[in-house]
């Protein structure tokens, strides 16, 4: 209940400013409408189920979210995997499968991890992202133009298929997909219409020319889907046993990740929108409820929607009273305008997820990044691409992640510097030179596993042999275990060759590692010297003292 407090201590619950948010909602859950319906068709459900997932996820997300101005429901990422999981499990899979996502993301809210999910690399996040939106516009071709039914396990099949078949366009179903197209993408700019949604527009004026003219051919929801019952569905819970739940423990763990990026993602659009500041692991708990609860209503996968969002905010919306008012909205309208969805051709539909397709991709956004991205980077993101259109969503990001995490540990090793510092270096901070038979290495940057062999080879190329070596660590930020065992290896064959190894200026975090993995005891707690000033008037004494 992070929103509700927050909005609560704001002052934003009081009366004065429930008009824009109760308005703010209204206008919000008037775009969900066809968006809702657009959604759940496109993931192989009933288009009500769509709205019962917008009208659960709405609220409750709302209510228990971290965010005060986010709004849930289905949205356009997921469609790629929900359409999946139907075809294979079927309707019954993929609302177990989304209870058990709920599951794991309020699992990882509750185990604090949701600001470790934004640390996915953007040419990972554009990757996917710009795939799922092919894969949306190339999966809407058959409603769009009307074309008959195709095969295809994969999406070179699929789209070799509608190719072949595209001469087959139905004329009608083509021209009333065009002109939702034009509508969303022009219909607000026409005077008077500046405030209607576009995909609303879209949908009334084509099923308006379809009730007026009855085309023939022109499918609808009511020749697909029987239509939309009226009234709301009575809870029930999905079929769980043991090898179902073990069999969808992929797919459950796929709808979780996307969920918890989409979410995020979406708060932090929204954060820069109404200079919020929203609690990631309070708005993963959220989305956790509100995909438990979802399912039990007929519905599906929901998360945070970036646009939904986005158009509440720019209509004043400010608490989750325009959340609550969102969802009591599309409530009105599946109670008492239901069977007026009969008559939405599926064309317009299919044009509305045209823009939701571009829009997705971030064409721009892409071009741009591959034209000045570095080029590892810009391989990272074509190969995400490439695996979410032609091979799978959920391995997509796995590799996509992997290659930015071996990409991110190359360039932090390749940063980390062994250098040895002689009498120029050190100027300033030697009242003379340094004393004949030492040497000085410092160490910049973090001696992790990926960093060990620089560090390694840098020491091992000290072939003059010298009586004592100096090494600091005053720029070392954090050792791994790797970074550890590297160094008492390099410190044991040293001492094989007769010099006597000195640290120095560990920080206190490094300095519990190194007591901790026994590195100070085997180098000799006499050979530990909190300061660069410490440990070479210990090198004097020694030289002085003539010791071995």
Known sequence: ????????????????????????????????????????????????????TAIVAGLVVSLCGGSRVQIAGPTGAFIVILAGITARYGVDGLQLATLMAGAILLLLGVSRLGSVIKFIPDPVIVGFTAGIGVIIWVGQWKDFFGLPAVGGEHFHQKLWHLLQVLPQLHLATTLLALLGLATVLYGPRLPYLSRVPGPLLAMVLVSLLQTLFQFDGVATIGSAFGGIPRGLPTPSLPEITLPRVLELIGPAFAIAMLGAIESLLSAVVADGMAGTRHDSNQELIGQGIANLLAPLFGGFAATGAIARTATNIRNGGSSPLAGVAHSATLVLIVLFLAPLASGIP???????????????????HFVRMVRRAPRPDVAILLITFGLTVFSDLVIAVNIGVILAMLLFMRRMASAVEVSQQGDAELQGELPNALPPGVLVY?????????????????????????????????????????????????IQQLRKRGVTVKLCEASARVRHKLVRAGIIEAVGRQNYHATFALALAACEQREEAGAP
């Open 1 to 52: 209940m992070i929103a509700i407090r927050e909005a609560w201590q704001a002052g934003l619950l009081q009366g004065r400013h429930w008009p824009r948010n109760l308005l703010a909602g209204v206008i919000v859950g008037v775009v969900a409408l066809p968006l809702a319906m657009a959604f759940a068709i496109a993931s192989g459900v009933k288009p009500e189920q769509g709205l019962y």
């Open 346 to 364: 599926l064309c317009a539909l299919a044009a509305i997820l045209f823009v939701v397709a571009w829009n997705m991709s971030e064409a721009r």
């Open 442 to 490: 410092s160490i910049e940057g973090p001696l992790f596993f990926g960093a060990a062999e620089t560090f390694e080879r840098a020491l091992q190329q000290t072939h003059s042999d010298p009586r004592l070596l100096v090494i600091r660590l005053r720029h070392v930020p954090f050792m791994d275990i790797t970074g550890m065992q590297t160094l008492e290896e390099v």
